[in-house]
């Protein structure tokens, strides 16, 4: 048997899914976070016959008249794929818009229960609900949920399965394929079954809260201070204090290791155990407490619904600039991972702002750049959190400098797309939830370390031990190498980066096979067992130890961050980019972009700091400048040919 | 002797995680690059 939730976006499918099948799939506060259907298997507790029972939890949608992929996915399983009940979760708190659906639902004539979600809201928001009289109006069962409370779950599923055994008539009048007609019809109802208290013109404290936290001035500033809060936690002070404990036993193991091989085996092997696997899977692992502590919070920020109101707040922002106004949300999913954020791109309807959102998503720091973030605001700058926080802020920055020159480039007009976002109510945050979310993060960034990062630490480790004759290579002999064979020649191009050396060249380009490589990288090629002091709860040990090895200057190392934060991402995230963008053209045109826009972002960082700090320019500053000018040249000639297109072709027409 | 239980352990923990990796993306989810997705969002298996 085959029960289907469908819904408006946001009524609480997936947290009713979760409940009802012990599933852990990501629930957001907005429209979007689910864009593909989800199975699951019924818990059997819940369910009272022998008969296995899926779950299909579907992307919402409003109406049965889909404009996106996500919409038709939903369409064309309730139309085409015949689930023996749907299960209709209706928002309680706004059942005006929701019942709209039901409707069109009911029209299908599939066997129908309707979940009337979220009641615990309705006393706050003195609203009450006939919910016997809906059933009568609409001939369908009705049974009051709270999905986030398990309430209500064990009758619904009970009348679910009864009802599959029914077939359904409905008591709609004809004449409902007008839209409008269908409108006055479910508003009648609502005016029968609903009774509200509170008239929903008066201002609450929620409408006096966000008339501040989404203000045109204060919304940025408070948006800057909130992650700023979030990286002193994580960074700072309960991170840095749980890391310690981790990187003391990550030490004592790789001691007991050396000790055990002792002086017998070969120091080729050794190397690649100790310094390869352990040294520089150890390196990265040393940041899981921070990492955790980071997902924990930001968990917090998103259940509360904050994270709904900075959506608004970015809006007007990147609407001004040519975006759709459902830009936002793949960038916000970008920040847990560039991959699905890419992808999210596909519930925007116009082609060349959703390619547009492709190219630009990957800017934003995902969970795989975090530890590189942590490794530098620590060794360079005593653990400052401005550093994570400015690194959200330039991304936002390029995000709109691209989008501008994107839309020059192809002439589109301003969007006239608009956002709708029903923001959530504010809520203390589920403890529960955030700390599932940590662990399940944590269990990610620990199997990620475990696989990819360890193979790419190894790989580097054997390509770093022998030379290109396959011979073991000499202590302080590293530059011959076949490692250093492979990143010198692309060294020269970051000089004017203030990074010219082959090491961190080739920690940069193992970052485009997972991000995080990079801090494994700067592990293995100087030797470095962990960046986390046991003795004095710092982050990084011998912080100044650890600056000279590198050879950076504080400004060089923020330009080093920056150039690996926005470049382009991983392989994986340029493979979603091509799926999304569904053009060669634009692929490498984005590909290019990032590459330009990293390249000069950390160019006038390191110039300019360089200047500033010492008086000069630092070296390769003329042909850096070389470099910076042939990408923004390249960027105003396609501006104009573009211009001489539309130019032509009004031409043409006139 | 030492050098082949080395080796041998070496070769473990390598082929280990190289079949997780196979394994994984055998799965065909489309963020099998990046474990952090489903964490992220439920969009890893939507099809095109």
New interface residues.
């Given amino acids: 048997m085959r029960f289907a939730l469908a819904g408006n976006p946001n009524s609480g499918k997936?947290t009713l899914f979760n409940a009802i099948t012990g599933k852990i799939?990501?629930v957001?506060n907005w429209a979007g976070?689910?864009?593909?259907k989800?199975e699951g298997d019924l818990k059997k507790n819940l369910n009272p016959g022998e008969e296995k029972i899926r779950i299909v939890?579907l992307p919402g949608v409003y109406s049965l008249t889909p404009f996106t992929?996500?919409e038709s996915i939903t369409y064309d399983f309730v139309r085409e794929e015949n689930p023996d009940v749907i299960i209709n979760i209706v928002d309680a708190t706004n059942l005006s818009r929701s019942l709209f659906f039901t409707t069109q639902l009911l029209e299908l004539g599939i066997p129908l229960v309707i979940a009337l979600n979220k009641g615990d809201l309705l006393e706050k928001k003195g609203i009450k609900i006939d919910k016997n009289l809906l059933g009568e109006k609409l001939n369908v069962a009705v049974v009051e949920t709270v999905s986030t409370m398990d309430k209500g779950l064990d009758k619904l599923i009970q009348e679910a399965v009864s009802s599959s055994e029914k077939i359904q008539k409905n008591n709609l009048p004809s004449g409902l394929d007008d839209d409008k007609k269908r409108f006055a019809f479910v508003d009648e109802i609502v005016k029968e079954i609903e009774i509200r208290e509170i008239a929903s013109h008066k201002q609450t404290k929620q409408d006096a809260v966000d008339r501040i936290v989404t203000n045109k001035f204060l919304g940025i500033p408070i948006f800057a201070a909130v992650i700023f809060a979030v990286f002193s936690v994580s960074q700072t002070y309960l991170g840095p204090l749980l890391a310690d404990f981790l990187v003391g036993w990550i030490d004592k193991f790789y001691v007991y290791v050396a000790s055990f091989?002792g002086e017998?085996?070969?120091p080729v092997?050794?190397a690649?155990?100790l310094d390869g696997?352990i040294g520089g899977v150890g390196a990265v692992m040393g940041f899981l407490p921070l990492i955790m502590v980071l997902?924990f919070m930001l968990a917090l920020l998103e259940d509360s619904g904050y994270m709904a109101r900075v959506a608004v707040v970015m809006d007007r922002h990147l609407k001004k600039v040519g975006l759709s106004g459902k830009s936002i949300i793949p960038m916000i999913?970008?920040?847990?991972?560039?991959?699905?954020?890419v992808?999210?791109t596909?519930t925007i309807k116009n082609e060349t702002q959703r390619r547009t959102t492709a190219m630009l998503t990957p800017f934003m720091p995902?969970?795989?750049k975090l530890p590189i973030i942590a490794l530098f605001a620590g060794v360079f700058f005593e653990d400052a959190a401005w550093v994570g926080t400015l690194m959200y802020f330039v991304a936002i920055f390029i995000i709109i400098i691209g989008a501008l020159l994107v839309q020059k480039i192809t002439k589109e007009g301003p969007s006239r797309n608009y956002f709708i976002l029903e923001l959530p109510e504010y809520k203390f945050p589920s403890l529960k939830r955030a700390t599932l979310?940590m662990f399940?993060?944590g269990?990610?960034?620990i199997?990620?370390a475990?696989?990819?990062i360890?193979?790419c630490n190894?790989a580097v480790q054997i390509m770093q031990s022998f030379t290109w004759n396959f011979q073991v290579v000499e202590e302080g002999m590293e530059s011959a190498s076949i490692l250093a064979g492979i990143s010198a020649p692309f060294a020269f191009i970051f000089i004017p980066l203030g990074f010219g050396v082959w090491q961190l060249t080739a920690a940069a380009i193992t970052g485009f096979i997972?991000k995080e490589n990079v801090v494994g990288t700067l592990a293995v090629v100087y030797g470095i067992t962990n960046f986390i002091d046991t003795e004095e709860l710092a982050l990084v040990s011998g912080a100044a130890d650890v600056a000279s090895v590198m050879g950076l200057t504080s400004v060089g190392a923020l330009a080093y961050l920056m150039f690996n934060l926005f470049t382009p991402p991983?392989?994986?995230?340029i493979?979603?980019m091509n799926?999304e963008m569904d053009s060669k053209k634009w692929l490498w045109a984005g590909i290019g972009f990032q590459f330009g826009i990293g390249y000069t972002v950390a160019y006038f960082v390191y110039q300019t700091g360089t200047l500033l700090t010492t008086g000069s320019f630092g070296a390769g500053a003329i042909p850096g400048l070389i470099g910076v000018i042939a990408f923004f040249a390249t960027i105003t000639y396609l501006i104009r040919k573009r211009e001489q297109e539309v130019n032509l072709r009004v031409g043409e027409v006139h | 002797m030492a050098d082949i239980i080395l080796t041998a352990v070496i070769v473990l923990i390598i082929g280990a995680a190289s079949l997780k990796m196979i394994r994984d993306n055998k799965k065909g989810s489309k963020c099998a690059g990046c474990p952090y997705a489903d964490q992220a969002t439920n969009s890893c298996n939507a099809e095109k």
Avoid: Y
């Avoid at chain 1, 999913?333 to 954020?341: D, F, V, W, Y």
């Avoid at chain 1, 991983?570 to 995230?573: K, M, P, Q, R, Y």
């Fill in positions: 997936t799939e990501q957001g976070v689910t864009i593909a989800k939890d992929s996500e091989l017998n085996a070969s092997l050794s690649l155990l696997i997902f999913i970008g920040t847990g991972c560039a991959i699905p954020g992808m999210a596909r995902c969970g795989a979310n399940s993060r269990k990610a960034f199997m990620k475990a696989t990819i360890l193979i190894a997972a991983c392989f994986a995230a493979g979603a799926a």
